[in-house]
């Protein structure tokens, strides 16, 4: 390719309509499912949790859409555009380390847990695992904390997207998106929003897939690539850039102690997302067959899309483009792999990237609304009112679902944050260093206890407040410390205390570590 950098498409009538039909066409399918899949529940139970007989391949598909949010498939790509070849460790390392090992640690055991506890929330399954319902409650608002900070980052990557594609303000495309992930999570519950998920997860896998290769092919190869970048700024091909401020969110890829963190946070956040660990409750008992169909699966979708689509087009992009689009304001690097894609394959690539990104979005916004939804009704009201009926919990959880959707909407239209996959980060950091122990660990560890978990979750959430304050305000530490802080503390914490307080009944743990026959 030429060495010249390329100009920033001008925006045209037919890329607009040509994207929102793509759009239109994602949404009415998802939509669609929704329906379908309100045939499938009765009771609030079986709206949060369905009948727990979620086969692999839906499940797959849909822990594969959960996991590849908005940063994935956006917000990755654009830390590769800022940085270089140091941000390949941060968006591919997970792919590789974090949502295998999630299946292989969590799926079984947490559906196993679920239905003998009965739960139908990951807080409720806490709840009861620790005999506490002061911990369920504070493990819901803990999650709701959280995963607040994470779905307005998946808005932005949809915000920024409709920018590139139409140069309009995002509000409209945004609140269309909100209003559709509205409908099909409100009549669809667990069933149709799984099924909407896969259908999801499989077009953005194979969209991931299909950009990256395309990328990788038309660029001329990594040895291109490399001479390029190379000739561009040789920082950009530095494994560490000690150029870059070793406190703030830059510590990442700027000293090993950042960057050594990385496979750290990717681990644990696959393992303790909320998002993640739903997608099992309602999963059915599989045998080893199904297992690996499993694992195949979300292997496919997620592996060869994150090493490609969202690690190795950064660099292309930026091969491509140069430093331009830090000129393009709010979304500056994020809209890195929107370009990149009319770049390399005009309207008809763009068009199909537009559709795996609001694909990516809404799967895993979706994902987490139910989940904020439920922390209210079934962690909180439920809790401790039981006498309330059925048809008002589906009822406040329809405006509940309209609530956690709209409030990331207004935030992202009036103040969105900076680079999308650092900021997104302060929450994955915070979800998987505290939610690793208190879930995952605690299906294979009988002394864990109730105020180990406590302790752990209101350790981690303060810290992780604390920390967010000191990372990107005052700048004093960097991300990456913050990460060696958090995890640690929660790991000592977690099991300093249940070593020396009280472990839930003998007649809990016999029935929940007993051996399968």
């Known amino acids: 390719m030429n060495s010249q950098f390329l100009p920033i498409p001008e925006i045209t009538v037919t890329m607009a309509v040509t994207s929102s039909i793509g759009i239109a066409i994602l949404l009415g399918v998802s939509i669609l499912l929704g329906i379908l899949g309100k045939k499938q529940w009765k009771s609030f139970d079986e709206y949060l949790v369905g009948k727990r007989d979620m086969g692999p391949v839906v499940t797959g598909c849909a822990l594969s859409a959960s996991y590849l949010s908005g940063w994935a498939f956006c917000g990755s790509t654009g830390i590769v555009y800022s940085v270089g070849f140091s941000g390949m460790w941060f968006a591919g390392m997970w792919s590789l380390i974090g949502v295998i090992p999630c299946i292989w640690v969590a799926s079984a055991k947490t559906r196993e847990f679920a239905v003998k506890l009965g739960a139908a929330t990951v807080p409720e399954l806490m709840g009861r695992r620790y005999e506490s319902k002061a911990l369920q409650t504070v493990v819901s608002i803990s999650m709701l904390f959280f995963l607040f900070i994470y779905s307005v980052g998946q808005l932005k990557a949809a915000g920024g997207v409709w920018y590139a594609v139409t140069g309009f303000p995002p509000a409209l495309c945004l609140f269309l998106g909100v209003f559709i992930a509205w409908i099909y999570m409100v009549l669809g519950g667990y069933v149709g929003t799984n099924w909407s998920m896969a259908f999801q997860g499989g077009f953005l896998g194979i969209t991931g ?16 690539i490399s001479n390029q970048i190379l000739a561009q700024d040789p920082r950009l091909l530095l494994l560490v850039r000690p150029d870059l401020p070793a406190t703030g969110p830059t510590e990442f890829f700027s000293s090993w102690v950042g960057l050594l963190s990385i496979p750290l946070i990717f681990f644990t956040m696959a393992i303790g997302f909320p998002h993640n660990l739903g997608r099992f409750l309602g999963m059915k008992k599989m045998n080893k067959k199904e297992f690996w169909i499993l694992v195949l699966i979300v292997w496919a979708i997620t592996g060869i899309p994150v090493m490609l689509a969202a690690s190795t087009n950064g660099l292309i992009t930026r091969m491509l483009f140069g430093p331009e689009l830090f000129k393009i304001e709010p979304w500056k690097a994020d809209l890195a792999a929107p370009l990149l894609t009319y770049a390399i394959g005009g309207i008809p690539l763009q068009t199909l990237y537009v559709m795996g990104l609001f694909a990516a979005t809404l799967s895993t916004l979706a994902g ?65 260093a505290i939610f690793f122990f208190v879930t995952a660990m605690s299906y294979y560890w009988k002394g864990a206890s109730k105020w180990g978990a406590m302790v752990t979750v209101i350790y981690g959430t303060v810290a992780s407040l604390v920390g967010g304050y000191l990372v990107f305000q005052k700048k004093v530490i960097g991300m990456g410390t913050m990460e060696w802080i958090l995890l640690i503390g929660c790991l000592i914490l977690y099991v300093g205390v249940s070593l020396v307080t009280k472990k839930p009944s003998k007649e809990l743990l016999d029935q929940l570590f007993a051996k399968a026959k």
């Open 368 to 432: 987490m609304v139910m989940i904020m939804s439920a922390n209210v009704t079934r962690d909180i009201i439920t809790l401790w009112r039981p006498q309330v009926k059925d048809k008002t919990l589906i009822r406040l959880s329809y405006f509940l679902i309209a609530l956690f959707l709209f409030l990331p909407f207004y935030w992202t239209w009036k103040r969105p944050p900076e680079l999308l996959s650092v900021f997104m980060g302060l929450a994955a950091m915070g979800l998987g």
């Open 209 to 224: 897939a299909l950009v990256g290769i395309i990328a990788l092919v038309k660029s001329g190869g990594f040895s291109e």
